[in-house]
């Protein structure tokens, strides 16, 4: 048997070795595609880590049995009081070690406690309970005060002297929107008994700041039975989910039946009535209802006197009933040039969005025109409005054809022009004519987040496939050089064993000398951006960071015909692939580490990405969120596309 025969007969062995293990391949991810199936199909090509060792005895390494190279063992878990955990396992074996990957100097470090000493922290929580029962008190350093010394002062056991503590983290967290934390601090209380009327609906509201509103839904029906005291208000909070999802028709409803059942109770939470009328109004402004609101509101304030909540209400109501329908915009404050091609969808967003609902009978007609001079064309477009409709339109201008991408090496100030005219037989009239700053970002700005909280961000993974660039020449060029190390010189995709394909890219790109280098990440105001060269890129400079080359080998491999995966772990990711029948399997998955082009063979990199997605999933982290698998040919399908060259 030839060498390159041998290999690929090594990598076999793993993929058949891996068949027995966990099953618990449950992918996470962002919106639509991002986290599909391959969770399932990871699980079952990763199994155990300790198959890893069953790939290396067949290479003639000393890790002997299949137990030694990378394995979990048996683990026990360490409980953390805070809510944190740390794993500890056991493994057994012995012999030398694949090379481990290049750090990224972002991977999540160990547990560790912060240099404080339980005296100290005791000292600091007792401080900022102090400060938080004082006037205006210092949210955001309360905060952070708190979120060090709370697991230290009470690292033996959190019981009820934490109490006071953590409902001054809570507290200052939602006022300055740290949904994580409040439902850290929430969830604390409620483990030491602390059932408070207000606690369990500060965690239904906090998941549905963050956006996940079936959680919350869910969690608000799970706690009504819990948490008996808590049932008045964790109705509010189940209206007001609804109301942020923007299903208004459900959150009217929702707090008409909430109000229904109130009223039976003659010791009902007045705050809960209260926050449920508040969000009514909202429903009934946006849904054709101005004048019931209003009187709604009047009905209320008059039996407990002004309430400044309403006033906002108040003014767009009144507002709405003068125009005659309802006028929202919200516009987005970047531009991002890798991903604008993307946008003006329900799954992307757009530059600007406009909500309109029409009040009564008439059929109305708007002009919307939309401009960033220098950036982008001027947009003019039709929005007719039709009797009790409730409209949501998207504004996204194109590029200038002549605008210079190159020139933007760094988030660029722009400004937004935005001008709305209801079209009449009497006359036009203006109803918005704004200038909004905005900033531009430039084309290597990969968006991975998207805030929904001081602390909370939802991973927007789809808009990688804006950089899966198959079609751009220098691949090309490169695939015509690797396929000379292919038997037939010929790449087959999954018409033939993948295993040998793969290899090929893997040692095409060593053999120039392709390096890894430090990941910049960068921050934007709205988004978690991180700088990322286009695959050609990479290509004419051989060094790439990791995450330029996960997505440079998952173009290469969807170039010749091969599904990639993308794998991402806290602090940094990787690549995979549907392997095929031909390769031996049933067409579980393979990884491959790509920070070790540089430094390890094709065999090695494959054996320690595999042994990493066995290790994640031991450890429950694709279930927990911590990390997800991105099935690239399903975010392909839905739509996130490469940029245009």
């Excluded at 692939?577 to 067409?587: E, I, L, R, S």
Aim: hydrophobic share 45%.
């Amino acid at each position: 048997m030839g060498a390159s025969m041998m290999k690929h007969a090594i990598l076999v062995v793993l993929l058949v070795a891996c068949k027995g293990g966990s099953k618990d391949g449950t992918a996470t991810g962002g919106s639509n595609a991002v986290g599909s199936a391959a969770g399932s199909a990871a699980g079952s090509a990763a199994g155990s880590a300790g198959a890893t060792g069953s790939a290396a005895a067949a290479t003639g390494s000393p890790a002997g049995s299949g137990s030694a190279v990378g394995s979990a063992g048996s683990g026990s878990t360490a409980r953390d009081p805070w809510g944190a955990s740390a794993s500890t396992g056991s493994g057994s074996g012995s012999g030398s070690a694949d090379p481990k990957p290049p750090s990224t100097g972002k991977e999540m470090p160990a547990v560790e406690r912060p240099v404080m000493t339980e005296e100290q922290a005791a000292e600091v929580v007792a401080g900022a309970v102090k400060a938080f029962g004082e006037p205006n008190p210092p949210c955001a350093a309360i905060v952070d005060r708190l979120g060090v010394a709370i697991p230290i002062a009470f690292h033996k056991k959190l019981d009820q002297a934490a109490i006071p503590a953590l409902r001054a983290y809570g507290k200052c967290a939602q006022t300055i929107k740290k949904w994580r934390a409040s439902i850290r601090a929430a969830s604390a209380l409620l483990e030491i008994g602390d059932d408070s009327p207000q606690i369990p609906p500060a965690i239904v509201r906090a998941l549905s700041e963050m956006g996940e509103y079936d959680k919350a839904i869910q969690t608000a029906v799970a706690f009504s039975k819990q948490y008996p005291k808590s049932g008045d208000m964790l109705m509010a909070s189940a209206v007001m989910v609804f109301c942020k999802a923007e299903a208004w028709d459900k959150c009217v409803s929702t707090a008409n039946g909430a109000l229904a059942e109130l009223e039976k109770k003659p010791d009902a939470d007045k705050d809960a009535i209260q926050l449920i009328h508040l969000l009514r109004s909202i429903g009934w402004v946006v849904t054709g209802k101005p004048k019931e609101a209003l009187e709604d509101i009047a009905a209320i304030e008059k039996v407990r006197g002004p309430i400044p909540k309403f006033d906002a209400v108040k003014a767009t109501a009144q507002a709405t009933i003068e125009r005659g329908f309802y006028f929202e915009v919200v516009p987005l404050g970047q531009l991002p040039i890798g991903v604008y091609h993307l946008m003006g969808r329900a799954n992307t967003g757009a530059l600007v969005t406009l909500k309109l609902r029409e009040q009564g009978n008439i059929t109305r007609q708007f002009r919307v025109e939309v401009e960033v001079p220098g950036v982008t064309e001027r947009s003019s477009n039709t929005v007719a409005l039709k009797p009790n409709e409730y409209s949501v339109k998207w504004a996204n201008p194109p590029l200038k054809m002549d605008f210079d991408l190159a020139k933007v090496r760094g988030p660029r100030p722009a400004q937004l022009a935005l001008k709305i005219t209801e079209l009449a037989k009497g006359g036009d009239k203006v109803v918005l004519d704004e200038t909004i700053p905005i900033e531009v970002l430039p084309r290597d700005y990969l968006p991975l987040k998207r805030k929904v909280g001081a602390d909370s961000m939802v991973p927007t993974y789809g808009f990688m496939g804006a950089w899966l660039t198959s079609n751009d020449p220098a691949v090309d060029a490169f695939l015509a050089k690797a396929k000379e190390r292919v038997e037939g010189r010929n790449f087959v995709g999954e018409q033939g064993a993948t295993v040998p394909q793969i290899k090929a890219l893997y040692d095409e790109l060593k053999s120039r000398g392709v390096s890894y280098v430090m990941d910049p990440n960068v921050a934007a105001d709205q988004v978690f951006v991180q700088r990322t060269r286009l695959p050609a890129e990479v290509l004419a400079t051989t060094n790439a960071q990791c995450l330029e080359g996960t997505l440079l080998f998952a173009t290469l491999f969807e170039a010749i015909g091969i599904k990639p995966i993308i794998v991402i772990v806290p602090g940094h990711a990787f690549v995979g692939w549907h392997t095929v029948a031909k390769d031996g399997t049933k067409g579980e998955p393979l990884f491959v580490e790509t920070t070790m082009v540089g430094s390890a063979d094709f065999e090695a990199a494959v054996r320690v990405a595999t042994r990493r997605v066995a290790t994640e999933m031991q450890q429950g982290s694709f279930k927990a969120g911590a990390s997800t698998i991105v099935d690239v040919p399903a975010i392909i399908a839905a739509g996130f596309t490469a940029q245009p060259l």
